[in-house]
T-cell receptor, first 113, second 110 residues
Framework: KQEVTQIPAALSVPEGENLVLNCSFTDSAIYNLQWFRQDPGKGLTSLLLIQSSQREQTSGRLNASLDKSSGRSTLYIAASQPGDSATYLC????????????FGKGTKLSVKP | SQTIHQWPATLVQPVGSPLSLECTVEGTSNPNLYWYRQAAGRGLQLLFYSVGIGQISSEVPQNLSASRPQDRQFILSSKKLLLSDSGFYLCACGLTDTQYFGPGTRLTVL
């Protein structure tokens, strides 16, 4: 059974710092891996999607890497801003037509001005 | 692009009362639809998914049920709510490689 773990559970940094969020998964047979952002009391917004054949994806100040063989992904946020404060969720999609996602519990990020 | 609507946004219900949460999708046809629950201190848990009208798969045994009466409508129900049903319920629509999420319903069972 696939399990997804995110470390740390919470992180507080001063504005301007570069930071790394970690995600690990137990079964390397994934279709893709995604990073989502969730603001308090809101739904999820997709940030980056990495296909199983890819090593990384970039969007603006965000860069996500994937090492499928070791079951790890990292989300790198450059020059953090207070507006980046949110919970970041990692999810893996297995094979099969149902397209189910398995989520980690998330990392709650707080960026202090 | 697709838009996902959920209502109500918040709900406070007594233990033992019935429940009906609705999710509708615009901008796509024949999507996979999902219900998730996010409880305090726990991750996002998949409750049900549907690949078509009338086709429902349950991921965990529970007090809840789901129905898909129309292609773009997904309903989460309960006949008698439990305290443990409290949480944030999210509907999602699956397209190709990813899922798009609705705004969620905050359910508090007292």
């Amino acid at each position: 059974k696939q399990e997804v773990t995110q470390i740390p559970a919470a992180l507080s940094v001063p504005e301007g710092e570069n930071l790394v969020l970690n995600c690990s998964f137990t079964d390397s047979a994934i279709y893709n891996l995604q990073w989502f952002r969730q603001d308090p009391g809101k739904g999820l917004t997709s940030l980056l999607l990495i296909q199983s054949s890819q090593r990384e994806q970039t969007s603006g100040r965000l860069n996500a890497s994937l090492d499928k063989s070791s079951g790890r992904s990292t989300l790198y946020i450059a020059a953090s801003q207070p507006g980046d404060s949110a919970t970041y969720l990692c999810a893996v999609m297995g094979g099969g037509s149902q397209g189910n996602l398995i989520f980690g519990k998330g990392t709650k990020l707080s960026v202090k001005p | 692009s697709q838009t996902i609507h959920q209502w109500p946004a918040t709900l406070v219900q007594p233990v033992g009362s019935p429940l009906s949460l609705e999710c509708t999708v615009e901008g796509t046809s024949n999507p996979n639809l999902y219900w998730y629950r996010q409880a305090a201190g726990r991750g996002l848990q998949l409750l049900f998914y549907s690949v078509g009208i009338g086709q429902i798969s349950s991921e965990v045994p529970q007090n809840l049920s789901a129905s898909r009466p129309q292609d773009r409508q997904f309903i989460l129900s309960s006949k008698k709510l439990l305290l443990s049903d409290s949480g944030f319920y999210l509907c999602a629509c699956g397209l190709t490689d990813t899922q798009y999420f609705g705004p969620g319903t905050r359910l508090t069972v007292l």
